[in-house]
């Protein structure tokens, strides 16, 4: 996901995923990484939708 004015972004989408406040608290709490503007699911982010 990129970052833009206000919020992420999936790469060619108009409507923004997420909040910048909610993709910091999904860095915090180790779901996304941050690369410069960039934002990747980590691990633990991609199995977050499973059932457990």
Do not use: F, I
Not at 2 to 21: F, H, I, M
Request: hydrophobic residues 30%.
């Amino acid at each position: 996901m990129v970052e833009r004015r206000d919020g992420l972004y999936y790469p060619g989408s108009n409507q923004p995923a997420c909040s910048k406040a909610l993709a910091e608290k999904m860095v915090e709490g180790g779901w996304l990484v941050k690369y410069g503007e960039r934002y990747q699911p980590t691990e633990k982010g991609w199995h977050a939708g499973e059932a457990g």
